[in-house]
């Protein structure tokens, strides 16, 4: 991800941000009361404020790139593969949360992301050795959170079961 | 004695034991994430932030600011024997404290960073207590008008002063605040960028966007870029000072409080500038600048240690008194706050005069719990170091997932906490400052809200921000700090 393309994608995704909110206050109604502006008005301005942040960025991206950049910390390249073990995880963790239970789908989410974060460091191990002590860990932190919730601060995390144990 | 009756009150409130336990819990948490890498304040802040709705207003303050507070401490271990800082505002003592732990101080510079921390954060903390009252005070005669203008000299700082690029600062200043505009407007009740999707009519929780941007975002920029990314930890050696390290500790530790505490009050906030500035004063008062980039020298360590303290307990001043937040965290701690359906500003003081004086009683206590928790137990939180990270950072995301599926039990939320995590690393990798998008979308509202309020008052004149003479003040603030650095750059071309 170096180079101006990414950096002019972010822009003009910056000034479509901003054309959104543009479109979107067209529809806001502009009933001022007594103020002189009315609940479209701040959409407006962030709008504009976005379109010209955002008309500024692609200018920056084709003329030489961001100005004062920090250097980004680490690899020049995204490691792809670890990536998708992770938004695995993450996603497959919202889809099922509420089927079969907070504990199962996040100790599912920790196993996945342990594996993408593993694959990262060129250490993936798909063993069914390190796939049982993931999910041993995954079960005792996502276990005790969870009764934490449910039974002491009786916050309502979703169960396989109604019990408020698993 | 009105003030000292009340802080003896509000140390009755933060003495019972379950506060003591809940300060103790907060401290101890935080000083955990403060040496956990992939993990700062605002995120536990946040993803703790479903308890509001159990846990009493006063308890569950004292408990956050304690994670606050317990960070920062916590940092300074991290930055002296990793290679990487825990917390942005220790990434000054790395300089130093690495150098020190690398020559066999590591010790040392430990026992100077929390020594400092607690002198700085109890000086800073009696300062709080003298001065917030007197600020609340002055504060009730602010108009909607100030008001409004003080919340665009906070935006203005966090987005133009604090990072590298102006532009991208008010870039991401503007999607904070478009954020913050999704839900119902306050004064009309017309719904605004919900597109019919009921999950959207109460807009979008802080905790999701902190969440998302902190902790989903850094470990999703961990896995694409830093796996390969070897760290290097220093060997510990005993926490022990001797008197000459002592003795160049203490003035560092005071200058640091003098040159943090201001830093923390005005809305400029954040910790980075006065560890900056206190590190550069020491290296040129010192008598030991050979050991600066060196062999480590300890007033480089003590300076910025007690500096970053000083800095954060001062901006609970406009936090508490004014409602207005510096920072990530103390942007999310108002929005613990408005959980409780509480509005920080000049009129705390009065209506919570109770929750107010004990959370300033618990900084005191949780100063002295962090001198212990961080002294004599360093070795303990040492160890949190040795937890692998894939294993650290998939846990983090359980938590994530905590945070953010407590707050309001929906699955809709957690694919958003997704998206938002992509944001956070498009946004890390290209070095867009993170906290005007934390604090546009928790003060958009309120500014909002401020800002047509006093045109009411102005009967929709615009003109009624220049009629006053406060507003007509910050406004000129404003524009000064907006045009300064151009004004700077200028002026030495010439020259």
């Not at chain 2, 008194?321 to 705390?348: D, E, V």
């Amino acid at each position: 991800m170096k180079g101006p393309a990414p950096q002019l994608a972010i822009g003009v995704g910056t000034v479509a941000l901003g054309a959104a909110l543009g479109l979107g206050a067209i529809g806001i109604s502009s009933d001022a009361g007594y103020s002189g502006v009315g609940p479209n008005f701040l959409p407006w301005v962030v709008g504009g404020v976005l379109l010209a942040c955002g008309v500024l960025l692609v200018r920056e991206a084709l003329t030489g790139g961001y100005r004062n950049m920090e250097e980004p910390s680490g690899a020049a390249s995204g490691h792809w593969p670890g990536f998708a073990w992770v938004s695995a995880g993450i996603l497959l963790n919202a889809m099922l949360i509420t089927t079969i239970g907070f504990i199962l789908s996040c100790a599912l989410c920790f196993v996945l992301a342990v594996r993408g974060f593993k694959s990262s460091q060129d250490r993936l191990d798909l063993s069914l050795r390190a796939l049982a002590v993931d999910t041993a860990i995954g079960f005792a932190i996502a276990a005790p959170v969870y009764w934490m919730f449910s039974q002491l601060l009786a916050i309502n995390l979703p169960g396989l079961t109604s019990t408020g144990w698993i | 004695m009105d003030l000292w009756n009340q802080l003896l009150q509000g140390f009755a409130t933060a003495g019972t034991p379950v506060n003591l336990l809940w300060a103790l819990l907060g401290c101890t948490i935080g000083t955990a994430v403060g040496v956990l890498p992939g993990i700062g304040p605002a995120t536990a802040v946040a993803m703790l932030l479903p308890i509001t709705t159990k846990v009493d207003a006063t308890a569950s303050m004292i408990f956050f600011a304690g994670i606050y507070y317990g960070a920062m401490y916590g940092g300074s271990t991290t930055s002296i024997l990793l290679n990487t800082p825990g917390e942005s505002g220790s990434m000054v003592t790395a300089m130093e404290g690495n150098r020190m732990a690398k020559n066999g101080r590591a010790g040392a510079a430990l026992a100077t960073a929390a020594i400092g921390s607690f002198v700085a954060g109890t000086i800073a903390t009696v300062l709080v207590t003298l001065f917030a009252p007197l600020v609340a005070a002055y504060a009730v005669r602010l108009g909607p008008p100030e008001y409004f203008l003080l919340m665009v000299l906070a935006f203005t700082t966090v987005s133009a002063v604090l990072g590298k690029s102006t532009l991208r600062g008010f870039a991401a200043l503007g999607v904070g605040l478009a954020l913050g505009l999704i839900g119902i407007d306050q004064i009309t009740g017309q719904a605004r960028y919900t597109g019919g999707v009921p999950e959207l009519m109460d807009g979008i929780e802080v905790v999701l966007i902190a969440v998302g941007l902190f902790a989903v975002g850094e470990a999703l920029y961990m896995v694409l870029y830093e796996g390969k990314t070897v760290e290097t930890q220093n060997r510990m050696s005993k926490v022990h000072m001797t008197a000459a390290e002592w003795k160049r500790s203490w003035p560092a530790w005071l200058r640091a409080t003098a040159i943090g505490f201001p830093f923390g009050t005005i809305p400029a906030g954040g910790s980075e500038i006065p560890t900056f500035l206190s590190y550069a004063a020491e290296k040129k008062l010192s008598k030991h600048k050979k050991e600066f980039g060196t062999t480590g020298a300890i007033e480089g360590v003590a300076g910025p240690e007690a500096a970053n303290n000083a800095a954060i307990t001062a901006t609970l001043i406009p936090l508490l008194t004014l409602g207005i937040p510096t920072s990530n965290t103390t942007a999310i701690l108002l929005g613990a706050f408005q959980n409780y359906g509480i509005n920080p500003g000049p009129q705390l003081f009065d209506k919570n005069a109770a929750l107010v004086w004990a959370l300033i009683a618990s900084l005191y206590i949780g100063n002295v719990m962090l001198l212990v928790l961080n002294l004599p137990l360093v070795g303990m939180w040492v160890k949190l170091l040795k937890i692998p990270k894939p294993h650290l950072y998939a846990g983090i995301l359980i938590f994530a997932t905590v945070g953010v599926y407590g707050m309001r039990q929906s699955a809709f939320d957690l694919v958003l906490l997704y998206g938002i995590g992509l944001l956070g690393v498009i946004m890390r990798r290209f070095d867009f400052p993170t906290a005007p998008v934390v604090v546009g979308m928790i003060l958009g509202p309120l500014a909002e809200a401020q800002m047509r309020n006093a045109l009411s008052i102005g009967e929709g004149r615009w003109t009624i921000f220049l009629q006053r003479p406060g507003s007509l003040a910050l406004l000129i603030v404003v524009i000064a700090v907006l045009l300064l650095p151009y004004l700077v750059k200028a002026f030495r071309r010439k020259t």
